[in-house]
């Protein structure tokens, strides 16, 4: 997704917008909803952007999406003293077939107690996000075998300070910092990296039905 602006111009339909053209200019990725027609013409606000933070093949996996998926798995923590602090991701395409990466800082509900995670646990965390990402992600790893199996990579506590620094560095303000969901940038990937203490994969295979193929259509 590029940030460019693009026109585009409903007078044909019988628009009443009080410009010649009748533009209405939108960028790549907002997201439309349609709220009404006049004459021919669709009536629409802008309602938000999404964006795609993940894709291997025909998978696009939007933030809001992994926000979903990461949260539905972290309830498996809960049980275990273990809360998820913060996460990011990438797209790891050494090999074939290439695979997500999520990069995962645990803390402990309990104080002074060392931060030990079961394999077992971060395992079934794996497949759960992987679960709960789309049919078309879940069909390029069950059925077409183009995505491998999704990664947990557990980072020592302190490793999204270090991120955070390295981006301010870059010229991001501290305020409006957030940790980003992805991690193209291949130092930023170094720091993160040389800060993993334990790696995890799915040991199952999601689930996908042919009839979900023309659902999602």
Known sequence: MDDSYHAVSFKAFGCPCPTATCLYRY????????TGFYNNAPQFRVVGRQKVVLSIDMDKTYEEDLLKAVTNATLLLESHDLMLTDFTSRVDSSSFPGHYVLYWELGSKVKEVRVEPDPEVIE???????????????????????????????????AFDEL???FVSRGSSVSQYKTPRSVPNEDAVKILEAAVDSKFVSRKIPSWELHELHSSR
């Open 124 to 158: 079934e965390c794996c497949f759960t996000v992987e679960e709960s990402l789309d049919s078309v992600y879940r069909k390029g790893r069950r059925n077409d075998k183009n995505i491998g199996p999704l990664e947990i990579k557990v980072v020592r506590s302190g």
């Open 164 to 166: 955070m620094s390295f």
């Open 27 to 34: 960028r790549v990725g907002d997201v439309l909803r349609v």
